[in-house]
T-cell receptor, first 118, second 115 residues
Framework: AQSVAQPEDQVNVAEGNPLTVKCTYS??????LFWYVQYPNRGLQFLLK??????LVKGSYGFKAEFNKSQTSFHLKKPSALVSDSALYFC????????????????FGGGTRLMVKP | DAGVIQSPRHEVTEMGQEVTLRCKPI?????LFWYRQTMMRGLELLIY????????DSGMPEDRFSAKMPNASFSTLKIQPSEPRDSAVYFC?????????????FGPGTRLLVL
C-alpha cells in the first residue's frame, strides 16, 4: 500500500523568506512523487515530479523539491516566497510496484495551505 | 490544447434530484479520473478509466454514484438521487501513460451544492 503525509495543515511565511512544505511517503517499492498546487476555485496544477535520477527536482514558478530516500521525504521548497504563492499544495505518490491493471493511481496527501504575507 | 474541460462549473440542486457532471479529457490521453474534494475528507479518487474501460471504482461511495465513458473524449459522473452530503467539488483529470511516469492534468472542477 502507498500513503502520503503532509504534517502541516498550514504554513505561514513572510514574503521574501524561504518556504518549505513538508511531505513524507510510504511505498512498497520505489516512489514516483509529485507536487500539485491548487489556487482558489481552480483545479490542481502540476508543479514538479521525481521519477529517478537527481534528488533535487526543479519545477514551475521557482519551486524545487528534494527527494530523500532515507527519510522517505519529498519536501517542497522555494528560496523566496511571493504573496502569489499563497495556495493549497498537495503532495502525491505512486508506487513503482504496481500490476498492469492498476494504471497510474496516485495517492494524494491532505494538502497544506501556504499563506505568504506581505 | 484547451486542457480538461468540465461542465457545469457550478450546480445547485435539491435533494433527490439527479445530477450529471461531464468531462472532456485532453485529446490523446487514455486515462481519466474522477475525484471528489471536501473539507472533511480532502481529495478522494472515485473511479478511473483506461481506454474507456472502468479499472477501479472502489472509491465510489455508494450505488447512487455511477460513471461512464462512452468514448475517448467524454465521460459522465451521475448521482441519483443526490443528497446534501454529496456537496463537494468534483474534479476530472486525465493522463497519458508514458513509461509509468504520467502527470495527471486536472479540470477546473464542478462545485456541487445539494440542498
Amino acid at each position: 500500500a502507498q500513503s502520503v503525509a503532509q504534517p502541516e495543515d498550514q504554513v505561514n511565511v513572510a514574503e521574501g523568506n524561504p518556504l518549505t512544505v513538508k511531505c513524507t511517503y510510504s511505498v512498497s517499492g520505489n516512489p514516483y512523487l509529485f507536487w500539485y498546487v491548487q489556487y482558489p476555485n481552480r483545479g490542481l496544477q502540476f508543479l514538479l515530479k521525481y521519477i529517478t535520477g537527481d534528488n533535487l527536482v526543479k519545477g514551475s514558478y521557482g519551486f524545487k523539491a528534494e527527494f530523500n530516500k532515507s527519510q522517505t521525504s519529498f519536501h517542497l521548497k522555494k528560496p523566496s516566497a511571493l504573496v502569489s504563492d499563497s495556495a493549497l499544495y498537495f503532495c502525491a505518490v505512486r508506487d513503482t510496484i504496481m500490476n498492469n491493471n492498476a494504471g497510474n493511481m496516485l495517492t494524494f496527501g491532505g494538502g497544506t495551505r501556504l499563506m505568504v504575507k506581505p | 490544447d484547451a486542457g480538461v474541460i468540465q461542465s457545469p462549473r457550478h450546480e445547485v440542486t435539491e435533494m433527490g434530484q439527479e445530477v450529471t457532471l461531464r468531462c472532456k479529457p485532453i485529446s490523446g490521453h487514455d486515462y481519466l479520473f474522477w475525484y471528489r474534494q471536501t473539507m472533511m475528507r480532502g481529495l478522494e479518487l472515485l473511479i478511473y478509466f483506461n481506454n474507456n474501460v472502468p479499472i477501479d471504482d472502489s472509491g465510489m461511495p455508494e450505488d447512487r454514484f455511477s460513471a461512464k465513458m462512452p468514448n475517448a473524449s467524454f465521460s459522465t459522473l451521475k448521482i441519483q438521487p443526490s443528497e446534501p452530503r454529496d456537496s463537494a467539488v468534483y474534479f476530472c483529470a486525465s493522463s497519458l501513460r508514458l513509461a509509468g511516469v504520467e502527470t495527471q492534468y486536472f479540470g477546473p472542477g464542478t462545485r456541487l451544492l445539494v440542498l
